[in-house]
């Protein structure tokens, strides 16, 4: 299958961010506890960490699993499943709680943000690493790229991610947490406070400490 080509052939990481992943009854749920999975609304993209499991103990790989998640639902959060059952916060944890565990988890209440963080991070190692011989980002007189070319690499831009939320909105995607509705926002959160948090991000690599994010 095309799944087993990925995991066995390409697959040298698995990282999902926000998500979905299979409750204890082996059916994902949305974050209001809506079953998407006899509504046909979701792939079951869990068996893909599954066969990486088994690669790794027939091959003797180590291929890792890092997952993004906030509200509990999420492929990867099993890492912390007694966590999210008992979280007076997430009321029906006990149905929507994703088994599914991540070999590294970032728990962020905005998954885009910890995936924004995974990003700087990768650019920070990338800067660190840097040899000259990379043609990814525009390069200095040495050959090597700055932190600040590797964040443009690695790093969405706050233009690029406004575009992309208004063609989710227009293509009639919807914001589950709260309403349901056709909006702008991210995960129950204004956009504003997403770009903010991106901006803070970038502005912690670049040895600031950011702007407080609010969340209004």
């Known amino acids: 299958t095309r799944m087993q080509t990925i995991v066995y052939e390409k697959c040298d990481l698995l990282i999902a961010c926000e998500r979905a992943g299979p409750g204890a009854d082996g059916k994902y749920y949305t974050m209001r506890?809506?079953?998407m999975t006899s509504m046909g609304?979701?792939?079951?993209?869990?068996?893909?960490?599954?066969m990486i499991h088994k690669r790794n103990n027939d091959d003797d790989t180590d291929?890792?699993?890092?997952?993004?998640g906030g509200g509990g639902n999420e492929l990867g959060m099993g890492k912390v499943i007694d966590k999210i059952r008992t979280n007076p916060k997430i009321s029906n944890g006990d149905l929507i709680g994703a088994v599914t565990p991540a070999?590294?988890?970032?728990?962020?209440?905005?998954?885009?943000c910890g995936g924004y963080a995974l990003a700087a991070a990768c650019?920070?190692?990338?800067?660190?690493?840097?040899?000259?011989?990379?043609?990814?980002a525009d390069s200095g007189a040495d050959g090597k790229k700055s932190i600040e070319d590797w964040l443009e690499v690695c790093v969405p831009s706050a233009e690029h991610e406004t575009k992309l939320l208004n063609q989710c909105v227009a293509a009639a995607c919807r914001d589950d947490v709260i309403s349901g509705k056709m909006k702008a926002n991210v995960d129950g959160t204004s956009f504003k406070a997403t770009l903010s948090c991106l901006q803070s991000v970038k502005d912690a690599c670049l040895g600031g400490n950011g702007d407080e994010v609010k969340t209004e």
């Open 33 to 35: 506890g809506i079953d």
């Open 103 to 112: 070999d590294y988890l970032i728990a962020a209440s905005v998954s885009n």
């Open 123 to 136: 650019a920070l190692v990338k800067s660190d690493y840097d040899d000259g011989d990379d043609k990814e």
């Open 63 to 68: 291929v890792k699993f890092i997952a993004i």
């Open 41 to 50: 609304l979701i792939a079951p993209l869990h068996k893909m960490v599954e």
